[in-house]
């Protein structure tokens, strides 16, 4: 973390309380409404914790056909693992897997158990899933000694770069050559659509679109030959994939499981850019962040994805509303200040006169709310065009900020964000950017101060008031959950998305009273068995 | 479909061949850049050399190498290209409609069409960038000029991303649709070229021929001069505004209207 | 100029003050080392103003002929005007052109008059030149009016671009649309080698190297192209030129009769980096400051190419002591601080450490010690290289300096600099890198202030301190002229040019106790007739 | 003069045929940018398109095109190239000689030459670009490695820039010159073909066949190969030391320590 917490803004504390207070004001409802459902997702990601793993001939995972099969049979509402170990418990199938593969035919009966049965069930359930969470347990150790070993970056911010060839084996040079290069954190784009799968790839795969398939097979290559690099390079490098999409809470465990380091997880992505039901992505959005707080995973939430659809000046104000929303939601699903890589990103019109100061203050403000947050500052994507050689001056200049403002992530720009998906000699270009940048100007930290009221305070006071009225709009807004009704009014992103509409919403389920699930239990209590 | 002309009109006061323009007129200078799968030395300098010369750089000069990890080298290249450019023979797709007005538009519509005319609008496949549909579609629209939302005699139903084709006909045959509009930005893989045309594929299945609906496509990549190949009516490329849509959609969905303006405009 | 000089570097007032000191006393000797000599082209500059102009078929001018036919004649000691008004007294020829052509073939008889006869050649050839000056004059009032009528750039820094095609014909479609893109000082580079001629080329000129030949013509054709530019964009768009070599005198003349804007100009750059004779350049340099003082022109000085030879933070003291004397030796020939386009550069290694703030530091410091200055910004060579991308990316930072630190002229840096003189895209691209950074960054100022004592202030101290101690050094040579000695030892760019060597010495000659010359007189008397 | 190998030895692991590299191999691609003198408009950006294609890029996508002026337009043009690279066929000029130390080389001419080796130094025409020839000769040297002047055994006469050609071989005359060595930076209109090839007439005017002094030529543009077109003995480009130039000239001067080495050597 950058030694000093630049305290340049001078922002009224008691405002940034109130933003806090409002913030609680208008999640809390919604963390109810979560903890009262479960979704078709949260219960496969419990049999993955519990070992369950693989894929049909036809690659649909035996997660999906068991859950699918309990739900037809007893439904969900009182979680997965009841009926399942009971099955087992009664001799369905001598284990997990087979039991999963006979459900897939239809040919085991499940059933609700009772009294002693439950408590069974639910002991040998406990027992089994413990088993995955002591394997995220190990897995967070694992990386405290490499990190321990091989040493944490120089400097901040960690230097981000996204590899998406669409090719597991294409990637991992790539992704390789780009460590040597500097890069401290290496994100594995994701194949379009793949978040829109109601399930998750199986097996290392080379046919993405613009991106590569989350799989845990390429999770574990990607890590293992990252783990090699590390001890070349002498530093850790990091390793972040995308859990936002219909199997957040999935794939959050399979990164816990493979030692992923940071991960996409915003709590309104799914429900704002890619349609998912807003129910669905709280319940799966709360079980994720469960994990990636057992798992030491630093989240990265996407409020950068909201200039891209807004103006970035109009708008700022609501990147301060979601960071403050994700901060509440992070925190009550376990996780700490320095996990939380809130996003931020640099997409003012650069015609706009004093754009680069204005961006200097939004940056400072975020840096300033979240002091001990390791933000992840995003490069210029929508203002970028085939002029490549003015979109590498464009990317230093954002460089130049989050070396002004403390940053904790830089996610590193390409000059042909408006051309291709990056090629190898684009990342080359970018790291050498943000490497002059640091080196060069870095220190300037010691020359900038922005003078009392001037251009930047003002500013940043302006979106802060913004974002607090906001809020307070929100929660003068009807029902039981006020921010249900601003997301579907097109409050973030000017995107509508009603609560009762959107990918996935079937696949939620009202919690029954007799609910368990020994996953939840064991991340809320911090137990190992 | 669109007119190509290669009329002179344009290009009577440029000399029939030209060379691209360094500091001199005919110098013929061109910068490149590449990287080659080969580990940087003299052999991967020569190798940008050869493939320098054989896009007829010569003398090309390799002014920047550097080693990208072990096995690749990024190359810049300046030199005088050799061959000509022959303005004449390029063939403008000149717009093949008049752009016609908001007011214009709805005329057209109600005095010919005599109903309102319904465009369906969607980005298929995984597709999820719904920006350069919605500033075609929604109200607020694009570079001032407001969206087919706005005009009174045109019925939109935009689909928003990631939709299923078979469930962009059928909504296409409920709706009634006058025009389908698609959007497709990913290209990676060719991802927009295989969307369009399994979307136009299923189109032409589906309905009786001649009753397809008007398929129109838009996206910042394609290929101008593909509509044939893609199977569709028209593409739309980069920086395309919706009253360009809009009057494109009278001019070949309301003929009278067209007709009765074709002489002014074009 | 920009309203605001910066104070930010606390520099103490006794050592700005001793250095100037030190800068008077090492100049002084050479001032009047110059006041005692005459050369070739001072007296062609003479006869310039006097209305003689052309050449023979050869192209070799009619100021070049007459004077070395006076020379051969008589001599030079006492200037050219005394014999050759004499001879036109005498009736040697109707006017002095056909006195010009007569004396190429060595057909006319000159003499030193005396008594009478000098007086009325001395008279007679002060109502000639002053006409010359007389013309000078009306451009400068030209200027002023069309200053007025179109206006000044904007924006501080002013714009400077340099054309190079060495064909005028093409340079100046290329100014124009420069100047349509924001360029406000147009400067049109000279062909290689122009500055070792020792006479100014005729006419029209289609065949430079790497850049165009200086000639009366092409000064007239760009500037009237200017012109209307001007007119067209709605200011008045500035030209610039190169009197620097061994016509500088000529050169001067010319372009205050043409209405350039301003001229390179330096008191060292022909002596180090063409190997022209030291007492030479002298010379000329103070005659030609003497024009450019009474035609309004700004001098831009040379700093910048020391450091294309010596490193840029080593030898950033010879930089400050250079800019010391080339303001001595400007006052002394009567220019004034506006007139003043001292030079610096952007030339340190841009992998050293901090190397972005250390060019801070040096250019407030070049800020500080002349605040009345225009100050001309160099863009980063030495170290720009066949990588075009990073090259835009470093004229992107050069430019953040020059805005930070309110220089008042900017030459423009292209991403091309280690490639080829300038493409007509490579002019587009870097003025899109200007325009972003003074328009987005610009107010930056605002916030820039380096701490007391902090990493920029000690910097520039250090610098200032090497400086003063350089000069002290200098007063400690040797000789009548300390500074002479100490360019014969290397102490400037680290090349050692001694006083009795070098390009052009032959053309350098003492004057005598008689000499006359109605030009030095007109400009050191202010009169006009 | 210098060896022209075609061996396989440093290309074996390499494929025979390989294409640029943008994000997948073999996908050939290539970023290319140029001015074209002509109005932005469709026509342009046609004609973009044709000098593309005519290059082997297909399909080639203008991604940028901007007016600079009335009459020219700007281009940014991305797409896969069709050309392969064969780097089997790339003539690598393998340096000649071996590279020795400072030591190795006093002592080769002291030994084998048993006088001083002369060597007269000069950027000739107009060229005042002494960096480079600087960097060679002075002690100062570059990229850590001292400069000629500093062997003992070598007699360096820097007659600096704006030399003129016979100025200079009148210097070689007078000082016995072994090798004659001259910079060219500026290349603007050939200027550095012009000036070498002037300046190798002249001395092999000024000699009698077979004294004429070794020519070697530097600069960072000449083009590699064109020694013998140019008629120098030899060619140095970018990034050379003193140290590649001092061994040079002991290997082509000082023909016994050349031999003795030459085994381990190259
Ligand atoms: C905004 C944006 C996003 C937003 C989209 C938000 C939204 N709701 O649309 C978010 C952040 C969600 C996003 C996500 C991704 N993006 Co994105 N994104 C962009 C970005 C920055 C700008 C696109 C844009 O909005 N342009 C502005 C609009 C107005 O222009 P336009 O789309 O060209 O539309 C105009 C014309 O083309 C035409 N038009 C377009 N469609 C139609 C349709 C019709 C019928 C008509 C008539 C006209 C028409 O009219 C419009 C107005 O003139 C570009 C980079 C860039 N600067 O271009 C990348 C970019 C398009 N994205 C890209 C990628 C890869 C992705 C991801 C797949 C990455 C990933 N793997 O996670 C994801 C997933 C999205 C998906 N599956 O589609 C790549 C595509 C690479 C390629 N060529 O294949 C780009 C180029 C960035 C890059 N270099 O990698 N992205
Ligand atoms: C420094 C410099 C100057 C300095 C020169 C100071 C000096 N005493 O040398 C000054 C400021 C005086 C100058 C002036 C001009 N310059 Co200049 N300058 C440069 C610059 C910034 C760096 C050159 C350099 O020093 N490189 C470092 C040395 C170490 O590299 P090198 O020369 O390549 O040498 C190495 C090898 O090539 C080789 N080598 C070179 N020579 C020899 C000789 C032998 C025998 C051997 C064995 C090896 C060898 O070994 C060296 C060490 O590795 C370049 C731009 C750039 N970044 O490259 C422009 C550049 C070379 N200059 C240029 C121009 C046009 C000029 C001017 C003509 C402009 C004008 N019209 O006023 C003037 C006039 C100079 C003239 N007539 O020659 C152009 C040339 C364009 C072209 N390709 O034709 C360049 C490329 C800038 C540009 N883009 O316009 N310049
Ligand atoms: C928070 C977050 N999640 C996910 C994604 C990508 O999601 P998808 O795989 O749905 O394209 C993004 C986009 O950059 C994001 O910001
Ligand atoms: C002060 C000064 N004069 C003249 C020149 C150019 O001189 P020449 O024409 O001798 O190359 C320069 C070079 O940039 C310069 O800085």
Redesign the interface.
């Known amino acids: 973390m950058s030694s000093r917490t630049p305290p340049l803004l001078e922002l009224d504390r008691a405002d940034v309380r109130r933003a806090r207070t409002l913030a609680r004001k208008v999640g809390k409802p919604v963390v109810d409404i979560a903890s009262r459902h479960t979704t078709v997702s949260v219960e496969r990601a419990t049999l993955r914790l519990a070992g369950l793993s693989g894929a049909d001939h036809e690659r649909v995972p035996w997660v999906n056909h068991l859950v699918d099969a309990v739900r037809e049979g007893v439904g969900l509402e009182h979680g997965v693992t009841q009926p399942v170990w009971d099955a087992l418990r009664r001799g369905a199938a001598p284990d997990l897997l087979t039991l999963a593969q006979m459900a897939s035919s239809r040919s085991v009966d499940f059933r609700l158990p009772e009294g002693k049965d439950a408590t069974a069930a639910a002991k040998q359930s406990r027992q089994a899933v413990a088993h995955g969470i002591r394997t995220i347990d190990r897995q967070r150790a694992a990386r405290e000694r490499l990190v321990k070993r091989h040493g944490d970056p120089e400097q901040r911010p960690w230097i981000y770069l996204i590899v998406?060839?669409?090719?597991i084996y294409?990637d991992i040079?790539?992704a390789?050559?780009a460590a040597?290069?500097g890069a401290d954190v290496i994100a594995v784009i994701r194949s379009?659509?793949q978040s829109?799968l109601d399930y998750v790839p199986e097996g290392a795969t080379r046919e993405g679109?613009?991106g590569t398939y989350a799989t845990q097979e390429n999770f574990r290559l990607m890590r293992a030959a990252l783990d090699e690099t590390s001890k070349e390079v002498g530093r850790y490098i990091r390793l972040t994939n995308y859990a936002s999409g219909l199997c957040m809470p999935e794939i959050a465990a399979l990164a816990g499981m493979e030692r992923l380091d940071m991960m996409l997880n915003d709590s309104m992505y799914g429900i704002l850019?890619?349609?998912i039901n807003p129910i669905r992505t709280f319940v799966d959005q709360r079980f994720s962040r469960q994990v990636h707080a057992r798992a030491g995973i630093i989240i990265n939430t996407g409020e950068d994805n909201y200039l891209?659809?807004s103006d970035a000046v109009e708008a700022a104000h609501t990147v301060t509303v979601s960071q403050l929303l994700n901060e509440y939601f992070a925190k009550e699903a376990g996780l700490e200040d320095w996990q939380l890589g809130l996003g931020h990103a640099f997409e003012i019109n650069?015609?706009?006169?004093?754009?680069?100061?204005m961006e200097?203050s939004h940056a400072l403000l975020a840096r300033t709310l979240f002091p001990d947050a390791p933000l992840k500052w995003m490069p210029p994507t929508k203002h970028m065009?085939?002029?490549?050689?003015?979109g590498?001056?464009?990317d230093?200049?954002f460089n130049l900020v989050g070396a002004l403002t403390g940053q904790g992530i830089l996610l590193v720009g390409m000059?042909?964000e408006?051309?291709?998906?990056?090629?190898?000699?684009d990342r080359?270009?970018a790291l050498?950017?943000v490497r002059?940048?640091l080196?060069?100007?870095g220190?300037?930290t010691?020359?900038?101060?922005?003078?009392r009221d001037?251009?930047?305070q003002t500013r940043a006071r302006q979106v802060l008031g913004e974002a607090i009225d906001l809020l307070q709009q929100i929660t003068d807004e009807p029902g039981r959950a006020p921010l249900l009704e601003a997301i579907a009014d097109g409050t973030f992103g000017e995107m509508k998305r009603p609560a009762t509409a959107g990918k996935g919403l079937d696949g939620v389920v009202e919690r029954a009273d007799g609910y368990d699930n020994p996953a939840t239990t064991l991340l809320e209590t911090g137990a190992t068995r | 479909m669109s007119a190509v002309t290669s009329d002179e009109s344009g290009v009577t006061e440029l000399p029939s061949v030209l060379r691209p323009y360094g500091d001199q007129t005919g110098d013929g200078m061109v910068q490149v850049?590449?990287?080659l799968p080969m580990p940087n030395g003299k052999r991967a300098e020569g190798a940008a050399l050869q493939l320098a010369s054989r896009m007829g750089i010569e003398p090309a000069l390799v002014v920047h190498a550097?080693a990208?990890?072990e096995?690749?080298t990024?190359f810049v290249v300046y030199g005088p290209v050799k061959h000509l450019v022959e303005p004449g023979l390029v063939e403008v797709v000149e717009r093949e409609f008049p752009l016609l007005s908001g007011k214009e538009i709805n005329t057209a519509i109600k005095r010919h069409l005599r109903r309102k005319l319904v465009v369906v609008g969607a980005c298929i496949?995984?597709?999820?960038h719904?920006?350069g549909i919605d500033a075609i579609l929604n109200i607020k629209g694009f570079a001032g000029e407001k969206g087919l939302e706005y005009h009174r005699e045109v019925k939109v139903v935009n689909l928003?991303?990631?939709v299923l084709i078979p469930e962009l006909v059928e909504r296409a045959r409920e709706e009634k649709a006058d025009a389908v509009l698609v959007s497709q930005v990913?290209?990676?893989?060719d991802?927009h070229i295989s969307n369009t045309t399994a979307m136009s594929a299923a189109f032409r299945e589906a309905f009786p021929a001649g009753k397809v609906p008007l398929l129109v496509v838009g996206g910042?990549r394609f290929e101008e001069g593909s509509a044939g190949s893609l199977g569709v009516d028209r593409i739309f490329g980069r920086g395309t505004t919706p009253g360009e849509v809009a009057s494109y959609l009278v001019h070949a969905l309301v003929p009278q209207a067209s007709v009765s303006r074709q002489s002014k405009g074009a």
């Open positions: 998406a060839t669409g090719d294409e040079p790539q390789q050559a040597r290069e379009t659509g829109l679109y613009a850019f890619r349609d891209t659809t650069p015609d706009l006169k004093d754009s680069f100061r200097l065009t085939g002029d490549v050689f003015r590498n001056l464009l230093g200049f000059m042909t408006a051309v291709v998906t990056p090629w190898i000699s080359d270009i050498q950017n002059y940048v080196n060069a100007a220190g300037l010691e020359d900038f101060h922005p003078p001037g251009f930047i | 850049s590449f990287t550097k990208i990890g096995g690749f990024f496949g995984t597709d999820a719904t920006v928003g991303a990631q990913v290209t990676q893989r991802a910042p």
